[in-house]
């Protein structure tokens, strides 16, 4: 009850500038912190999360392996033959899920609108590298590749599959990669920082060789429904206790369930793959699709904490050795706005990892 109650508090502070916050907080399955506030934010309101979907498209892959549905090492082309072309008959799941696969651009004309069509376009392009040598941030193209080898698999799109995993934890409504339209009318709207065009512009110059500046995330294209019901395994539409309980789930147990059985977790949640980002710069400790490493400190920091964060200031991540499993949304799309994110994931971390 006293984290409950330091968080509210900080994050009443912090709606005074960031409009609205929700964060969620489970430990060993069971939810210690979930609190919002801002007008018309409630526990139950959706958030465009950017990037921290990504945890959920990877959480597919990794459960259906669990599973026995897919295989990491297993070549693509097996269940996805048009992916062999230009030398990437031997890409693996591995290889997406580490985003070392080599395919991180968007076509140059790409839309939203045109996404069931990319798939096809990866099938054929030639990798900027051969798979597995090399790695880069594949920022939209991780969940279009990870939704289309979970389609070959199954036969379902990933929106689907996610549904029916995540059922059994009671949080099918809570994280989408498409918005269903009688969902709508819980969409908080996002809202952009004054002053932050030049970092927009900024963002797009960096990116400009995997996404046409059309595709880069803006509130006035986020809050319009219509492109959030467009599927998109590389971000999410959801609530911050949704992915939180998703990622207690995937650690642990969590109102008896478990998405994956517990030798899985270190193999899913260990180091797969260190490089060096060839676009970014940094140098990237990846799991397998997630990121090691809490938001603010380091892989070596705090190892054994994995997740990822989005554009606009939201985050998820858990941490194996604590339990823990953490969550932040917000109203404010700032694209340089992780300090909330950083200052509410480490109040945290010190007093539950």
């Known amino acids: 009850m006293e984290l409950q109650q330091t968080v509210q508090k900080r994050i009443d502070e912090l709606a005074e500038t960031e409009l609205g916050l929700q964060v969620a907080v489970y430990r060993h399955g069971e939810l210690l912190v979930d609190a919002v506030a ?9 958030y465009y999360a950017a990037s921290t979907g990504k945890g ?12 026995g549905v897919l295989d990491y090492d297993q070549p693509i082309v097996e269940i996805w033959p048009e992916f062999g072309a230009h030398g990437k008959d031997r890409a693996t799941l591995r290889h997406v899920l580490t985003h070392s696969v080599g395919l991180p651009a968007l076509p140059p004309d790409a839309t ?25 941030y594949h920022a939209e193209t991780f969940g279009l590749l990870v939704g ?5 698999a199954t036969g379902r799109s990933i929106s689907d599959v996610l549904r029916e995993l995540v059922a059994p934890l009671g949080i099918e409504n809570d994280v989408f990669f498409a918005l269903p339209p009688d969902q709508r009318d819980r969409l908080m709207p996002l809202v952009e920082p004054e002053g932050a065009e030049e970092t927009f512009q900024m963002l797009a110059g960096m990116f400009s060789k995997v996404m046409p500046p059309a595709m880069q995330p803006r509130a006035a294209g986020l809050n319009r429904p219509e492109q959030l019901a467009i599927e998109d395994p590389s971000s999410a539409i959801l609530t911050a206790r949704g992915i939180a309980k998703l990622y207690a789930g995937l650690i642990g147990e969590v109102d008896g369930v478990r998405l994956v059985r517990p030798q899985a977790v270190p193999v899913i949640t260990g180091p797969a793959l260190v490089a060096q980002d060839e676009l970014l710069g940094n140098t990237a400790t ?31 991540w858990a941490d194996t050795r604590s339990g ?22 480490n109040l945290v971390a010190k007093a539950l990892c």
């Open 38 to 46: 801002g007008d018309g934010v409630t526990s139950e309101t959706l």
């Open 324 to 345: 823990v499993a953490f969550a932040l949304t917000r109203t404010l799309f700032d694209p340089t706005g992780s300090a909330s994110a950083v200052e509410i994931g």
């Open 286 to 316: 990846m799991a397998l699709g997630y990121a090691i490493g809490r938001l603010g400190s380091t892989a070596e920091e705090s190892p054994a904490t994995f997740g990822w964060p989005g554009m606009g200031g939201s985050i998820a």
């Open 56 to 67: 959920a498209s990877a959480t597919v892959a990794n459960v259906l392996v669990d599973r």
């Open 148 to 152: 289309e080898i979970v389609r070959r």
């Open 112 to 136: 939203h609108e045109s996404f069931p069509t990319i798939p096809a376009y990866l099938a054929a392009a030639e990798p900027w590298w051969e798979p597995g040598t090399k790695m880069t």
